[in-house]
């Protein structure tokens, strides 16, 4: 997926609103959240004082994912982010987190990258099923810390392309099988 060159701006009016400047509209939280999920970056800023407010939104998303029961972080890794706010100017941890997560969003774009490239297999009939399946597998050990979220949202269920691009990779996968059992 290709990046978005400069962040989706979201203002907050006095009202506490949030205003997707975009798309001219209101949205929530979980909006955000969505669009997080789907590569987006955002910026959210205060109308009135032009303060950037971004990192406030963000760590309120984790808290209320955390308050509903999905645990974003372990209780050992949220115990040492604080530690870290205790060391006078910061410590390392968000230099060592942020170093992290680049590391793992490169690794899974190189390993998508290598799937790609130059692989014999791909010249095998339903290959591409099985890199569908690979890369849903990725985003899924990821928790999509790529930026794309894996897992069925509670949207998901009702969603009908969701339903159709499973129905692709299965008779993909059937398709593969029929092939691979005519070979045997």
């Known amino acids: 997926m290709p990046k978005q060159e400069k962040p989706l701006l979201i203002k907050r009016y006095a009202s506490r609103r949030l205003y997707n400047t975009e798309t001219s509209d209101y949205v929530t939280l979980e909006d955000i959240a969505a669009f997080i999920r789907d590569g987006r970056e955002v910026q959210i800023i205060d109308l009135k004082s032009g303060d950037d407010l ?5 760590l309120q998303i984790i808290a209320e994912h955390e308050s509903r029961g999905e645990n974003v972080l372990p209780v050992n890794v949220l115990n040492d982010l604080v530690r870290s706010y205790m060391i006078p100017g910061g410590g390392m941890m968000p230099q060592f987190l942020q170093s992290s997560f680049e590391m793992l969003r490169e690794s899974q774009s190189k390993m998508m990258e290598n799937m790609n490239a130059m692989n014999p297999m791909s010249q095998m009939p339903g290959f591409e099923a099985m890199q569908a399946q690979q890369q849903a597998f990725l985003k899924a050990m990821t928790g999509g810390l790529s930026g794309n979220w894996s897992g069925p949202g509670k949207d998901d269920e009702d969603n009908p392309e969701s339903k159709e691009d499973l129905d692709e990779i299965k ?9 691979l059992s005519k070979l045997n």
């Open 54 to 58: 971004t990192r406030q939104y963000l």
């Open 171 to 179: 008779k993909q996968l059937a398709e593969l099988q029929q092939k």
